[in-house]
């Protein structure tokens, strides 16, 4: 078989197992997690997945922006590593799996690989990147950004916490994860990344597995709305400016345009911060952040537009910043093939699927060939404490991992001496 797709089966339980006990660090009352980027849970599960990794006889490093490295030698030491992962950090309100799965999953391959003693050709690595969900400290996926130079280093560290101001970089140094090594600048052979869906499409279409082709793109803005403070009893009607008011008509205008674009277009306001944040003064200023995501960038127009005139209307100023962009991203064909070759290897129904959400890969794709394995999750929910996916489907997913990445690791040299029977 070309590269070697030896058809081999991960431990499901293991795999499993390990989720359940990542997802006690941060667990919420609703069967939940939640474990902010850089926060003191995400050292604790940091700590424990470099526990695990070194268990499986990994060696560690931690870059600069934190991102965590766990490498399995391979028997070329001079090949750069087929690479898997994702991230440990969640929403305030997240799930078990969205990022911890693709790193359970890259910690389960490795384990497998040990247990049948099958040496690779080129080494591989599991990684934990810094702070992918953006919620805690804006944009989203910052260490592989960094790693991938979308962003500087500097730039990296100083995001700041979205509430209190606290830098990505000070909170590192707190929990223990400014790590000693320079962020990228390394060659990678590979890059697979194993994730729940997070939508409805494999559940209802009763397919374990996504062959994931790509991802959409995304534009987030920051939008400040003013007005005028005053006083909530003596102020006429007629007389206010009410910056609560006027994100209130923009952010409904917001919604309308994404179901305006449906299908593809997505829009969501999920941050808004009211000031002075008082019952009876009117509030004079509104802080509010869109996440928009399209694969056609004139929608952008659309957007300036509608917030403008909702914002005149009434009187008020409205600035509108574009804050973070990335253009639609096709992973490398060479791995979405080693993807569907390797769900069609182990007999499992897939489709093509395109990503709805942003993740590591999408960076990583313009430093190395890159691609994602998908998985269902239950009522296609995530962002939630509820967010849930079936065992066997998350073993399906990681079957298919292990396979597509053995199909990497021994593409630069000869195959294994590993022989299925266990015999060496
Ligand atoms: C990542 O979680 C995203 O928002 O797409
Ligand atoms: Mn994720
Ligand atoms: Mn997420």
């Not at 600069?64 to 590593?81: E, S």
Request: net charge negative; aromatic share 8%; charged share 20%.
């Amino acid at each position: 078989m070309p590269g070697g797709m030896p058809n081999l089966q991960v431990n499901g339980e293991r795999l499993w197992a390990s989720l359940m006990e990542l997802a006690q660090i941060g667990a919420t009352p609703k069967g939940g997690v939640c474990r902010l980027a850089a926060s003191d849970l995400d050292g604790q599960a940091r700590r424990l997945f470099i526990r695990w990794c070194e268990e499986a006889g990994c060696t560690v490093r931690v870059d600069k922006i934190g991102n965590i490295f766990a490498r399995r030698p391979g028997r070329d030491p001079h090949l750069a590593p087929v690479m898997t992962g994702s991230h440990l950090d969640t929403q305030p309100t997240g799930g078990k799996f969205d990022g911890a799965y693709g790193v359970m999953a890259g910690l389960e391959l490795v384990r497998t690989l040990n247990d049948l003693g099958y040496e690779t050709t080129a080494p591989i690595e599991i990684v934990a990147w810094t702070n992918e969900e953006g919620s805690r400290f804006s944009p989203a996926m910052v260490g592989s950004g960094v790693f991938a130079g979308v962003f500087d280093l500097a730039e990296g560290l100083a995001r700041p916490d979205n509430l209190t101001g606290v830098t990505l970089g000070a909170e590192l140094e707190r929990i223990g994860f400014a790590g000693p090594e320079p962020v990228g600048g390394c060659p990678v052979a590979a890059y697979f990344e194993a994730h729940i869906e997070q939508g409805p499409i494999l559940e209802a279409a009763g397919k374990p597995i996504g062959v994931v082709t790509g991802a959409q793109g995304q534009r987030w803005y920051e939008i400040t709305v003013t007005g005028q403070e005053a006083h909530a009893g003596p102020t006429p009607m007629p007389r206010r400016r009410d910056a609560l008011v006027g994100a209130a008509r923009m952010i409904d205008a917001v919604n309308r345009i994404g179901h305006a674009y449906a299908p593809y277009a997505c829009a969501t306001v999920g941050f808004v911060r009211v000031s002075p944040n008082s019952r009876n003064t009117i509030p004079g200023q509104v802080f509010f952040t869109v996440d928009f995501r399209h694969p056609y960038d004139p929608v952008l127009s659309h957007l300036r537009q509608a917030c403008q005139e909702a914002a005149s209307a009434i009187g008020l100023e409205a600035e509108v910043k574009e804050f973070w962009y990335f253009p639609p991203t096709p992973f490398h064909p060479d791995l979405v093939a080693a993807v569907r070759n390797a769900a069609g290897a182990q007999g499992y129904a897939h489709q093509d699927i395109i990503s709805g959400a942003g993740h590591d890969a999408v960076y990583m794709a313009r430093v190395a060939p890159s691609a994602m394995v998908f998985v269902p999750c239950i009522g296609g929910i995530s962002h939630n404490e509820i967010e849930d996916a079936k065992p066997e489907d998350l073993t399906a997913g990681c079957n298919v991992l292990l396979n597509a990445a053995l199909d990497r690791a021994n593409a630069a040299g000869p195959p294994s001496t590993f022989k299925p029977d266990g015999s060496r």
